[in-house]
C-alpha cells in the first residue's frame, strides 16, 4: 500500500499536479518543505535587522520611505512562509524555537555587517537579485500552498532588486567618495551574494531528493552560473570593478567563469561562525521576548470571542 502511494505521488508530481496540505505525501518530502520554506521564513524575518539599521540614517526622506517599504515588505515575507509552513503540520513556536536555539539556519549572507549606505544599495542589488533568481523557479514548487506565496514574493523581491540598482547607480554618478564606497560595498557582498545558491550540486545533501519532487526546479549551481552571467554586465554599466579579477567570457559555454569561492568561509558562517551570527539571533530574542504581551493579549481576545459566541 506505501510503495502504491508512493508510485502515485510520484506520477501526480511527474504530471506538474500540485500537491496539497490535504493530499498524502512522504514523510521525507514534508520534512524537506518544512526544512526549506521555514530556512526561507527565517532568512526573510532575520533580513530586516542590516536594513533596518539604516532607516533612521537615510540620506533624504524618499530615501527612507522606500527602505520602510521594503523592511515591510520582507518582514511580510517571513509570515507568508511561515503560514504556508504551518500547513505542513509544523506551529510557528516550533519553527521560532528552532532559530532561537540554532538547530534552523537562515541564509548566510545576513551574517554579514552593513557598515555602509550603500551596503543597503548592494543588498538590494545582489542579495534580493540572487533571491529572485532562485525564486522564480518556486512559482513551479511542486507543493501548492509554497508556489502560490511566492509569486506575490518575486514581484516584490523585484522592486527590491530595482531599488537596490538604483541606488548604487546613484552613488556611482556621485562623487568619486560615493562611487568608492559604492566598490567596497560591492566587494564586500559578491562573494556572499553567489553562497546564498548553497553548495556544489555534488555536496548538497538535499539537492538529489528536491529535485526528484520538484520542490526545486533548477539546481545550486546552474542557479549561481545564472546570476553570475546576470551580474557582470551590470557592473560594467555601473562603471565599478569587477570583484572577481578573473573573470572571463568562455565564448564556447557562453557563460563567465571566474574564481572558485570560500567555501571553508561559507562553512564557517554557517555553523555561527560569521560577523554578526550571534548579534542577529540575540536581537530576534529579544524582540520576540519584548513582544510576548502583543502575542498573549491576541490568544485572549481570540479566546473572549469565542466564548461571546458560544
Not at 521525507?28 to 521564513?41: C, D, P, V
Not at 511561515?82 to 500547513?87: I, M
Not at 514548487?141 to 532588486?161: A, D, L, N, W
Not at 520576540?288 to 502575542?295: D, F, K, L, Q, S
Request: proline share 3%; with cysteine; net charge neutral.
Amino acid at each position: 500500500m506505501a510503495l502504491d502511494q508512493e508510485q502515485n505521488f510520484q506520477a501526480k508530481i511527474d504530471a506538474e499536479d500540485k500537491i496539497e496540505p490535504k493530499d498524502w505525501m512522504p514523510e521525507a518530502y514534508r520534512k524537506n518543505l518544512i526544512r526549506q520554506i521555514s530556512q526561507h521564513a527565517h532568512s526573510e524575518v532575520i533580513g530586516m535587522q542590516p536594513e533596518g539599521n539604516w532607516i533612521t540614517r537615510a540620506p533624504s526622506l524618499r530615501r527612507k520611505a522606500v527602505l520602510l517599504a521594503k523592511v515591510q515588505d520582507e518582514g511580510g515575507h517571513g509570515l507568508y512562509l511561515y503560514s504556508t509552513a504551518e500547513t505542513l503540520g509544523i506551529t510557528r513556536e516550533e519553527m521560532i524555537n528552532a532559530l532561537q536555539d540554532g538547530s534552523a539556519k537562515y541564509a548566510s549572507i545576513f551574517n554579514y555587517p552593513a557598515q555602509t549606505w550603500a551596503d543597503v544599495g548592494a543588498i538590494g542589488w545582489l542579495v534580493d537579485g540572487a533571491a529572485i533568481v532562485n525564486q522564480v523557479s518556486l512559482q513551479r514548487t511542486s507543493y501548492g500552498p509554497y508556489s502560490r506565496s511566492m509569486v506575490r514574493i518575486c514581484k516584490e523581491e523585484s522592486f527590491h532588486q530595482r531599488q537596490g540598482y538604483e541606488l548604487m547607480l546613484t552613488l556611482c554618478r556621485g562623487s568619486e567618495a560615493q562611487k568608492a564606497m559604492a566598490q567596497d560595498a560591492l566587494n564586500r557582498f559578491y562573494w556572499p551574494s553567489l553562497m546564498m545558491f548553497g553548495p556544489h550540486d555534488s555536496e548538497s545533501a538535499h539537492s538529489a531528493s528536491s529535485m526528484k519532487w520538484k520542490i526545486k526546479r533548477e539546481t545550486n549551481d546552474y542557479l549561481r552560473q545564472k546570476f553570475i552571467d546576470q551580474t557582470a554586465p551590470q557592473i560594467e554599466f555601473l562603471g565599478l570593478e569587477h570583484p572577481d579579477k578573473n573573470l572571463i567570457w568562455n565564448e564556447e559555454r557562453g557563460h563567465f567563469e571566474g574564481s572558485e569561492l570560500d567555501w571553508d568561509e561559507f562553512k564557517r558562517v554557517i555553523h555561527g561562525d560569521g560577523h554578526c551570527n550571534r548579534q542577529r539571533v540575540q536581537h530576534h530574542i529579544k524582540a520576540h521576548e519584548e513582544g510576548a504581551w502583543v502575542r498573549e493579549a491576541l490568544v485572549r481576545y481570540k479566546q473572549k470571542k469565542k466564548l461571546k459566541a458560544a
